[in-house]
């Protein structure tokens, strides 16, 4: 079963309380079958690949969940320093991975205008995946706690929190949430 599989996965990536990765499994699992479900155009048929939709790489609901749970935790860790977010001004991207996530944070409002009018909810999972890459190739060659530039530092975590806040609102959409951690 998919809560099963999700669990084991949990908990071979993590020391997790038993508890805590069953709930986890659960809201895990339950992403990995509607995104994977919802990401395949409806008037054409598909396979119910179990180990695919469980997968925490590629276009799935585990690795869009994993990337909205690594934003919260960043952001997380910013206010564990005794820090206080704040809603600020973004500043002209630094590199090209900050445009190219800046770029298709823009999208989402063009992106779920479409979806719903053409009642596609595949184009949403299209843009999640597409902004979940943006984010991690901007995150993996960012640091965004370490940036000694306050103004800096501020604006990766307005866009950091922007990025989180979309990818939320995308998966409500499609009728799952994320878990605080994974």
């Given at each position: 079963?998919?809560?099963?599989?999700?669990?084991?996965?949990?908990?071979?990536?993590?020391?997790?309380?038993?508890?805590?990765?069953r709930?986890?499994a659960?809201?895990?699992?339950?992403?990995?079958?509607?995104?994977?479900?919802?990401?395949?155009?409806?008037?054409?048929?598909?396979?119910?690949?179990?180990?695919?939709?469980?997968?925490?790489?590629?276009?799935?609901?585990?690795?869009?969940?994993?990337t909205i749970?690594?934003?919260?935790?960043?952001?997380?860790?910013?206010?564990?320093?005794?820090?206080?977010?704040?809603?600020?001004?973004l500043?002209?991207?630094?590199?090209?991975?900050?445009?190219?996530?800046?770029?298709?944070?823009?999208?989402?409002?063009?992106?779920?205008?479409?979806?719903?009018?053409?009642?596609?909810?595949?184009?949403?999972?299209?843009?999640?995946?597409?902004?979940?890459?943006?984010?991690?190739?901007?995150?993996?060659?960012?640091?965004?706690?370490?940036?000694?530039?306050?103004?800096?530092?501020?604006?990766?975590?307005?866009?950091?929190?922007?990025?989180?806040?979309?990818?939320?609102?995308?998966?409500?959409?499609?009728?799952f949430?994320?878990?605080?951690?994974?």
């Amino acid at each position: 079963d998919i809560d099963e599989e999700m669990y084991h996965k949990i908990r071979d990536n993590h020391e997790i309380d038993p508890e805590e990765a069953r709930a986890t499994a659960k809201i895990v699992g339950l992403s990995a079958i509607k995104y994977g479900d919802l990401s395949n155009q409806a008037s054409k048929d598909y396979v119910f690949d179990l180990d695919r939709f469980t997968s925490f790489e590629g276009n799935t609901g585990p690795y869009i969940l994993y990337t909205i749970v690594r934003t919260k935790s960043i952001l997380g860790k910013y206010k564990e320093e005794g820090n206080e977010l704040k809603k600020g001004a973004l500043l002209a991207p630094k590199s090209d991975s900050e445009k190219a996530l800046m770029l298709s944070v823009s999208r989402f409002n063009g992106v779920v205008e479409n979806a719903f009018e053409e009642k596609a909810p595949h184009k949403i999972c299209a843009y999640i995946y597409e902004l979940a890459n943006e984010f991690n190739h901007f995150y993996h060659e960012t640091k965004i706690l370490s940036e000694q530039d306050e103004a800096r530092k501020a604006s990766y975590l307005a866009l950091l929190d922007l990025v989180r806040e979309v990818l939320e609102t995308c998966i409500d959409l499609l009728g799952f949430s994320a878990p605080e951690r994974m």
